[in-house]
């Protein structure tokens, strides 16, 4: 299956059902793989606001916000991501993401 099939069967999928978490963040990785980086990011940022508890999406969206140049914006989103990966215990997600927190502020100081 090529990648437009692939965007486009998840495309029509969503007409039926548009709050779809899985589909929305689906969505979002084929306009990432696609490089269509502003679609990915207002896609992560519409999954985020009608499932904020879909922590692995504050993890894409802020790497897609800093490969875009608005690494002030990414930082803010994975600082809401350790604060909701707190409150739903989810060490994994935590850990991911600040790590990646580090990882940003590291490549300021060099």
């Known amino acids: 299956m090529s990648m437009l ?3 486009e069967r998840i495309l029509n999928l969503l007409e039926a059902n548009p709050e779809d978490d899985f ?4 969505l979002a ?10 679609e990915s ?4 940022q519409k999954l985020l606001k009608i499932h904020p508890n ?7 969206l802020a790497k897609a916000l800093v490969s875009n ?10 600082k809401d991501g350790i604060e909701r ?7 994994h997600a935590l850990s991911e993401l600040q790590s ?11």
């Open 29 to 38: 990785k084929e306009f990432e793989n696609e490089k269509q980086m502003d």
């Open 23 to 26: 589909l929305l963040y689906a």
């Open 69 to 78: 140049q608005k690494k002030t914006e990414g930082i803010l989103v994975i």
């Open 100 to 110: 990646l927190l580090n990882e940003i502020q590291m490549e300021d100081l060099i």
């Open 54 to 60: 879909y922590i692995g999406a504050y993890y894409h």
């Open 41 to 44: 990011i207002l896609t992560f």
């Open 5 to 7: 099939d692939r965007k």
């Open 85 to 91: 990966a707190k409150a739903l215990k989810d060490l």
